[in-house]
């Protein structure tokens, strides 16, 4: 599985930006696609979550309300529409894949946010200015 983002860019405190993440190589599995994101001297936090076996999405309460994430049917491409920006959501955001048990369905939100990401992508740069 490949992953690659795009869409980042410098954007005013209460700005919206869209970002995509292309992904390629998947197989017929399902899968639980998200979003993470990594501030100057933090650790890599999860944002939200998507799964393509049932469509349920998760976010982490920082973001909720302001922050969409959807995928297109083919789960070739992931998005995340960042609204409502602030400078605390400054940082490289990195889109990630793993697979999960096809049909999944009905598990919670704390679930598939503590899931462990096995694909990567090489992250893109949102930076948001006050």
């Known amino acids: 599985v490949q992953l690659v983002e795009s869409g980042g860019g410098l954007v005013q405190a209460g700005g919206s930006l869209r970002l995509a993440c292309a992904g390629s190589g998947f197989s017929d599995e399902d899968y639980a696609l998200a979003w993470f994101r990594q501030a100057p001297g933090k650790e890599r936090e999860v944002v939200s979550t998507i799964s393509t076996s049932d469509g349920s999405t998760s976010y982490v309460d920082t973001v909720k309300g302001r922050f969409t994430i959807s995928s297109t049917n083919a789960k070739t491409t992931v998005f995340l529409q960042l609204n409502s920006l602030k400078p605390e959501d400054t940082a490289i955001y990195y889109c990630?894949?793993?697979?999960?048990?096809?049909?999944?369905?009905?598990?919670?939100?704390?679930?598939?946010?503590?899931?462990?990401?096995?694909?990567w992508g090489q992250g893109t740069q949102v930076t948001v200015s006050s």
């Open positions: 990630a894949a793993v697979v999960i048990p096809k049909g999944l369905s009905g598990m919670s939100d704390r679930w598939y946010l503590g899931l462990t990401y096995d694909y």
